[in-house]
């Protein structure tokens, strides 16, 4: 079998409207088409899951067209053959991803009574186990510095120290954290709550930290908010003008805001969005938390993705080697 390397852009497809669909699903009819375009549209509900397992199933039929391979020739082995040679310069994380969506894709096409079989369901994965995530975490003597290095005069101070706070105390995603509305910070009894909606459509709501209400309320009296229930919580802001827009901050403004204020903190770790969830998961159960509440506080399904964010063991670990004295 000739094994040719996949490249960049070289996407064999042929248009449906909006839509790309290889032309080894096209060829084969009208049916086919429309299943395929129904599992992106109707099936995948993630559009960040949606985004990656489209570019894994466009790579693995452009493939397929260029090793000229019809949609019903396509057999465990090819797939076993395709899987061996993403893993000569790919991750064993972004692999099994691959042959996650070309497996979820052929179940629908099953279904849809486009194939006969599923050729992927036989075929294995690389073996990656993960007892610990790579995120980036910050101590709690970190994160302090960082909340004291952003001074509290002026709007747009007080909306950043406010948003990493909710990532911090709340163990909020940073989509969560984004997509928030005023109305979503509310008092129940003597309390403060926070609710976020969260990954796969979750309502998540939790007490505010009393540090989380301060800048809360902080933020929302210089801003004036509080008579807006229903528009965005954290907003951006017009150019150098320090002008309040009515528009949602997004991930990618958080993550600029993030690099931004970590710089000025001199914080030499390398921090993204998911650090602060990571950084309060990890103080929590350094602070005696157990993982129960963790998993529950960070609206995980599993207590093993709760404890990939546990850097508990690290500081530890450097107690231990430190009593190698020279």
Known sequence: MKIVNLTAGNSLTANLGNTNVPITISQVGEQATYRYVEFFTAQIRNKNTRRSYLTATTQFFDWCQINNLSLEAIHSIHIATYIEGLQQHLSAPTVKQHLAAIRMLFDWLVTGHIVYNNPATSVRGPKYVVNQGKTPILTSD???????????????NLRDRALIAVMVFTFARVTAAVSMKVKDYYPEGKRWWVRLHEKGGKRHEMPAHHTLEQYLDEYLDAAELRGNPNTPLFRTFKGRTGKMTENQMIQTYAWQMIQKRALLAGIRTKVCNHTFRGTGITTYLSNNGTL?????????ESPRTTKLYDRTNNALSLDEIEKIII
């Open 142 to 156: 970190e994160t302090r510095e960082l909340f004291n290095s952003i001074p509290a005069n002026s709007i747009i």
């Open 292 to 300: 129960e509440k963790a998993q529950q506080m960070a609206a995980h």
